[in-house]
Structure formats: C-alpha cells, structure tokens
C-alpha cells in the first residue's frame, strides 16, 4: 500500500506532498506509511515491531504499554566524528563542528540513499516541537524506515495530523531525511542544511542521531534559526522550583549529556526542606525568547524524556522510576526473566537468569555491564508525576537563572554566581566536563563544552558566544548566572556532595542569591556560598566535604585558564573581544595571585 498523501486527505502542503514524493522516488520504499498519531496506529505498530523482534513485549503486568528494544550493538550512542553542519563556508560551521559541502554531502547521501528503502516501509511523520499552536512551536516532518523511530517520534514530540493541520498550506517545515541503511558504521553520516533546513541520516538508529526532532532539529538546526531570528535553543533542562511560601521560580540549567539534566529536572526534594515542591518543564531542550514584557522566557519543544537508564533507582530519581511504570520503550537495559527491566544503579539485586542488553546470559560478577552505559529509556512527559502545569503554556515559563554545569572530579565548585552576564557568557563558554557514554568514544576524558553545546551548536561557536552576549541588552531582567558541579570528588574518589534530590539546596541557595538573602564570598571568578549559607538540615555532610567541593583552587584554575584559552585560538577571530579581554583580565589576575 503505497499513497502519496495521508488517508485523511487533509494535508493541503503541496510541498510536503511533493517531497515525500520525490524522497521516495529516491528511497524506493516498498509502502508509505503517514503517521496520524491516533492510538490505533501506535498499537498497530507496537504489534508490527513486535513480530519484527524490533520490540520485545515487556511483562504487561508489571509494566503495562512497556517495550524493550536491543539495538545493533555497533549503534548505541551518537557518533559525533560523523556529524556534519553543511554550511555553504566551513568558516560558518567553525572549527568545533564538522564541515561538509552541501552538494557534496547531498551527493555522498544521495548515493548511499538510491533505493535504501526496496522492500521496506516508509514512515512520515509530522510533528511539532513545542505546545501545539505555540508561536514559538516549530514545525517538522521525518521519513524513515526504522518503526523504532517512528515509535520514539510518537513519545518524544506533538506527532500526527495535529502537525499537519498546523502546518496548513505552508512549505515551511523541516525535512528529515532518515534511513538505517545497513548499520555500517562506514556508511553512518549526520548532515545538517541549515539553509535549507534539512537534515539528512543515515546509517544509524540511535536516538540523537535518528529522533531528528531532537539534537539534530531543536537545536542544531534551531539554534542556527535562534540567531537568525533573535533567540536560543540550548541542551538545557526547564525546571520550577516552588518556595514554601508558594512562589515558582524557574531556572534553566545546561549540562552535557548524561550530566544531571533529566535528574534535576524532576528531583524529590529532601524530606528535611518541607514545604518545597519542584516542577519539570524540560529535561533536555530550552527554546529561549525575550517576551513582550522584556523577561527571558523558555518552551521545552519535547514531548517526552529520553533519558539515560543506569543510576535511575527508587532512591536517586523516585520520580522518574515511577513514569517508567507505564508506556515506555527501554532501549539496552538488561531484562528480567520474567520481562522486566535491570540496570546497574537501579539499587535493586540483579535476579538470576538476567538477560544482559545483547539479549545473553548476564553473569553477575563477570565484569560486563548488564545494561549498557548510554542504555536509556523513552518515555511520555505526561508519565511524569511532578510535570509542571505549565508544559503546554505557549510561551513558556519566566527564567530567573541560568545554569552551566559539567562533570569534574576537580576544580569546579559545587555552585558559583557569576559577577554579571558577560562572566556568565565567559563560565558557559569556557566550561569543561568529563565525557560520557552518551557519545561514542573514550569516556572521562575533560574537554570543553561550552554551554553543554560542543555537539550541537549548529554554527561558529564564536558567532554563537556573539549571540548570547548580544541577548543581554534585550533582556530588561537577564537571569542570573550559575555554574554547578555535582560530580567533584574526594582523594578517595567517593562524591563530596551527595546530589540528587540534594541538589535542591543548592538551587535554594542560588534563589536566595536572587532574593539578596545571602552574600556569599567572592571570589576572582564570582560568587561562591560560605558553608552556613547553604541549608543543611537533614544532611548530615562533614564540614571539610563540604568546604573542598565549595574550593575554588588557584592552581586548578590556572590550568582551566589556559585550556580556555587554547579553546579560543582554536576558534580564532570570531571569539568576542569581550570574552578574549575577560580571559586575558582573569588569567593574569590568577599569575599575579590578586585572587
Ligand atoms: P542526556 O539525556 O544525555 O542529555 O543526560 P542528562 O544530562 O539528562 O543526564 P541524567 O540526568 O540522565 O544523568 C546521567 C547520569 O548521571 C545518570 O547515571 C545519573 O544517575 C547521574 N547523575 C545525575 N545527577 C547526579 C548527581 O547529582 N550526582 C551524581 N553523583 N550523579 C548524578
Ligand atoms: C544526549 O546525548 O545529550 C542525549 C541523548 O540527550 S541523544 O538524544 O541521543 O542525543
Ligand atoms: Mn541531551
């Protein structure tokens, strides 16, 4: 069954119709699947998934409308070295992105492309990110012949005729072109057209790579339309944080991926700070504007949470196990014989007979992981029980902060302000952090990652540094500015903060920075809290744990200056004067030991 046009004969966009059409000629799939988003439809491709073995029916008992998917195990994290931003000039890429020619990387594709579809499916798939009608929501539409992908797109956005019938008659939509291919990390590319905003995916099936909504749209391509258009999209979580008094405040935090964002995003507040109740907006993605009232507002474009699995347990992310108890697919986590799901940090004892994420006997002790590292979880938003009323707002929520944050055994406090935005820019431009899983590659190892945005900026990072410092004077109330390390460690290479749900602590001491409640001590990079300053009660931490992960270190600091300052010659010219002269200020600051 092959049709050119949904089967409700609504869709009105010619050129959506004529570029299915001409995908297809190019594809040669076997049938054309429209998505409509109804319930039927996804129950229909659960049981086609299902007698394909894409999926495995998890036990319906315990975990009702759940699925488990085992990838190919060359295929379970994004693959950065094969991400392109095809820009017209390299110099528009920049130096941190890989570039392509856009008739270059067409061709290439193009070749791998011509009949990738032969006896296959097509899927199409309208879907919007953001409220649906939202005058910040963007329209797209993906092709593809996975059915995981279809199934992943129908959780984590606004999927089906609802974006048909916002799209109209219009020709502006993004087009994303997906195709497994035959999982050959050799034929696997990630081409990004900001121009043309289009994106082209081959060979993989991975989440960032093949959800095209996700970091290749919401915010590659999107934050190359941000700047175009006077706004941000950023790899940052939206969360409230309601005070015993009943007043939310909402702050923005961006982390690299598999850092913390979806954990804070829906933390348990400690018992001990009665009274505070925290809300999640996003867990992943911000879509950042100035609102008619001069604040700096902010949409989570997403409909659902991908999230990392391994650490997620009754006791890190109570929360989050509770919206995995329904209508969730988990991808590379262990099962259970009698199918549920297991991963390590899930703090319960792995039973016997557990299959491990390549479906094999798991043997507890023998040194290989039951789920893998970058396992994750794809679940609604509407699953998550502390879900802000406010998700579907059209424009968004007001940002009181802004959170820059990394994974760092060492030398990052556990919270700093910055002196104003410009230092702000500076800390979210200059951060390190450890990598992870999340990517494919060597994990551990620092690099920079400014504003969490190493992967995903979709042009010069210097341009893009440009565009924040530019947003300042367009905010009447600009946001305060944070860092956060969640991950420092002691000599011992235990945690010196114990995170999580403790983490609200440190958010109440950055409202109460915001309040003028506490002064804090300064220091020469901003603002750090004296111990009595952070509330403590219920926590029992020793006070030499808790001043080493406030240490800002002259000697470790040092040394971040000058990995900063390799970070802007790599980039060159096109890195702000401003930023150029503050690290120049604070480098010699630091020689001359005025700090
Ligand atoms: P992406 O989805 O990749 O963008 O990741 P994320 O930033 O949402 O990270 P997530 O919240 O999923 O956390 C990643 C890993 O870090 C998980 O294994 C968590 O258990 C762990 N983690 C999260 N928050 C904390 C924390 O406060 N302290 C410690 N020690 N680990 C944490
Ligand atoms: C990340 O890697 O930051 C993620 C997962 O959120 S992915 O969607 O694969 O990019
Ligand atoms: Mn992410």
Same mark, same amino acid.
């Given at each position: 069954?092959?049709?050119? &046009?949904?089967?409700?004969?609504?869709?009105?966009?010619?050129?959506?119709?004529?570029?299915?059409?001409?995908?297809?000629?190019?594809?040669? /799939?076997?049938?054309?699947?429209?998505?409509?988003?109804?319930?039927?439809?996804?129950?229909?491709?659960?049981?086609?998934? %299902?007698?394909?073995?894409?999926?495995?029916?998890?036990?319906?008992?315990?975990?009702?409308?759940?699925? +488990?998917?085992? &990838?190919?195990?060359?295929?379970?994290?994004?693959?950065?070295?094969?991400?392109?931003?095809?820009?017209?000039?390299?110099?528009?890429?920049?130096?941190?992105?890989?570039?392509?020619?856009?008739?270059?990387?067409?061709?290439?594709?193009?070749?791998?492309?011509?009949?990738?579809?032969?006896?296959?499916?097509?899927?199409?798939?309208?879907?919007?990110?953001?409220? %649906?009608?939202?005058?910040?929501?963007?329209?797209?539409?993906?092709?593809?012949?996975?059915?995981?992908?279809?199934?992943?797109? $129908?959780?984590?956005?606004?999927? *089906?005729?609802?974006?048909?019938?916002?799209?109209?008659?219009? =020709?502006?939509?993004?087009?994303?072109?997906?195709?497994? +291919?035959?999982?050959?990390?050799?034929?696997?590319?990630?081409?990004?057209?900001?121009?043309?905003?289009?994106?082209?995916?081959?060979?993989? *099936?991975?989440?960032?790579?093949?959800?095209? &909504?996700?970091?290749?749209?919401?915010?590659?391509?999107?934050?190359?339309?941000?700047?175009?258009?006077?706004? #941000?999209?950023?790899?940052?979580?939206?969360? !409230?944080?309601?005070?015993?008094?009943?007043?939310?405040?909402?702050?923005?935090?961006?982390?690299?991926?598999?850092?913390?964002?979806?954990? +804070?995003?829906? #933390?348990?507040?400690?018992?001990?700070?009665?009274?505070?109740?925290?809300?999640?907006?996003?867990?992943?993605?911000?879509?950042?504007?100035?609102?008619? =009232?001069?604040?700096?507002?902010?949409?989570?474009?997403?409909?659902?949470?991908?999230?990392?699995?391994?650490?997620?347990?009754?006791?890190?992310?109570?929360?989050?196990?509770?919206?995995?108890?329904?209508?969730?697919?988990?991808?590379?986590?262990?099962?259970?014989?009698?199918?549920?799901?297991?991963?390590?940090?899930?703090?319960?004892?792995?039973?016997?007979?557990?299959?491990?994420?390549? !479906?094999?006997?798991?043997?507890?002790?023998?040194?290989?992981?039951?789920?893998?590292?970058?396992?994750?979880?794809?679940?609604?938003?509407?699953?998550?029980?502390?879900?802000?009323?406010?998700?579907?707002?059209?424009?968004?929520?007001?940002?009181?902060?802004?959170?820059?944050? !990394?994974?760092?055994a060492t030398?990052?406090p556990l919270?700093?302000?910055?002196?104003?935005?410009?230092?702000?820019?500076?800390?979210?431009?200059?951060?390190?952090?450890?990598?992870?899983?999340?990517?494919? *590659?060597?994990?551990?190892?620092?690099?920079?990652?400014?504003?969490?945005?190493?992967?995903?900026?979709?042009?010069?990072?210097? =341009?893009?540094?440009?565009?924040?410092?530019?947003?300042?004077?367009?905010?009447?109330?600009?946001?305060?500015?944070?860092?956060?390390?969640?991950?420092r460690k002691a000599d011992n290479g235990a945690f010196l903060w114990p995170?999580?749900?403790?983490?609200?602590?440190?958010?109440?001491?950055?409202?109460?920075?915001?309040? $003028?409640? %506490?002064?804090?001590r300064?220091?020469?990079? $901003?603002?750090v809290p004296e111990p009595a300053e952070i509330?403590l009660?219920?926590l029992e931490i020793a006070p030499e744990q808790l001043s080493h992960a406030l240490a800002v270190k002259?000697?470790?600091?040092?040394?971040?200056?000058?990995?900063?300052?390799?970070?802007?010659?790599?980039?060159? /010219?096109?890195?702000?004067?401003? #930023?150029?002269?503050?690290?120049?200020?604070?480098?010699?600051? +630091?020689?001359?030991?005025?700090?």
């Amino acid at each position: 069954m092959t049709s050119d &046009s949904p089967a409700n004969n609504n869709v009105a966009s010619r050129a959506l119709v004529e570029w299915v059409a001409e995908s297809a000629r190019l594809t040669q /799939p076997a049938n054309i699947v429209w998505c409509n988003g109804s319930s039927a439809e996804r129950e229909r491709l659960l049981g086609e998934a %299902v007698k394909s073995g894409v999926l495995i029916r998890l036990n319906q008992r315990k975990r009702p409308g759940c699925y +488990l998917h085992r &990838s190919n195990p060359n295929d379970v994290a994004r693959t950065e070295q094969v991400t392109f931003v095809c820009t017209p000039s390299a110099h528009e890429a920049g130096v941190t992105n890989n570039w392509m020619a856009p008739d270059e990387a067409y061709r290439k594709l193009q070749k791998m492309l011509e009949g990738s579809m032969r006896g296959r499916t097509m899927y199409v798939i309208p879907y919007v990110m953001g409220p %649906v009608g939202s005058p910040y929501a963007k329209i797209g539409v993906e092709i593809t012949d996975s059915i995981y992908v279809a199934l992943s797109m $129908g959780i984590m956005t606004r999927m *089906g005729d609802s974006a048909l019938s916002m799209l109209g008659d219009s =020709d502006h939509f993004n087009r994303g072109l997906h195709c497994t +291919l035959d999982l050959n990390p050799e034929r696997r590319f990630i081409c990004h057209f900001p121009q043309d905003n289009t994106i082209w995916s081959v060979g993989s *099936g991975y989440g960032g790579n093949a959800l095209l &909504s996700k970091k290749c749209f919401a915010l590659r391509i999107a934050s190359w339309l941000g700047r175009n258009e006077g706004w #941000l999209a950023e790899h940052m979580l939206i969360v !409230g944080v309601r005070n015993p008094e009943g007043h939310t405040r909402y702050i923005a935090a961006a982390f690299p991926s598999a850092c913390g964002k979806t954990n +804070l995003a829906m #933390l348990l507040p400690p018992p001990a700070l009665r009274g505070w109740k925290v809300f999640t907006v996003g867990d992943d993605i911000a879509w950042l504007r100035v609102g008619p =009232d001069g604040r700096l507002w902010a949409i989570n474009p997403e409909n659902g949470y991908f999230g990392v699995a391994p650490g997620t347990s009754a006791r890190s992310n109570p929360n989050a196990m509770r919206m995995l108890g329904h209508d969730s697919i988990f991808t590379n986590v262990g099962m259970t014989p009698d199918g549920d799901v297991w991963w390590e940090g899930m703090d319960v004892e792995p039973p016997s007979d557990l299959l491990d994420w390549h !479906g094999r006997k798991w043997q507890a002790g023998g040194g290989e992981r039951a789920a893998h590292p970058n396992s994750r979880f794809t679940t609604p938003i509407t699953n998550n029980p502390v879900l802000s009323p406010h998700v579907e707002d059209p424009c968004g929520v007001p940002i009181s902060a802004i959170v820059f944050g !990394g994974r760092r055994a060492t030398t990052a406090p556990l919270v700093l302000e910055a002196k104003d935005w410009l230092h702000g820019v500076f800390i979210g431009a200059t951060m390190g952090s450890e990598t992870t899983a999340a990517a494919a *590659g060597k994990v551990g190892v620092v690099r920079r990652d400014p504003m969490a945005m190493l992967p995903f900026a979709g042009y010069n990072m210097g =341009d893009y540094w440009r565009h924040w410092l530019a947003m300042e004077s367009r905010i009447t109330e600009p946001p305060r500015i944070f860092m956060v390390n969640w991950f420092r460690k002691a000599d011992n290479g235990a945690f010196l903060w114990p995170g999580y749900g403790e983490n609200l602590r440190v958010l109440k001491w950055m409202l109460d920075r915001i309040d $003028g409640q %506490v002064a804090g001590r300064p220091t020469f990079l $901003g603002t750090v809290p004296e111990p009595a300053e952070i509330d403590l009660s219920g926590l029992e931490i020793a006070p030499e744990q808790l001043s080493h992960a406030l240490a800002v270190k002259t000697g470790e600091w040092k040394a971040e200056m000058a990995s900063a300052g390799e970070l802007f010659d790599r980039i060159g /010219p096109s890195v702000p004067e401003e #930023l150029r002269r503050l690290h120049r200020e604070l480098s010699s600051s +630091l020689e001359s030991g005025a700090t």
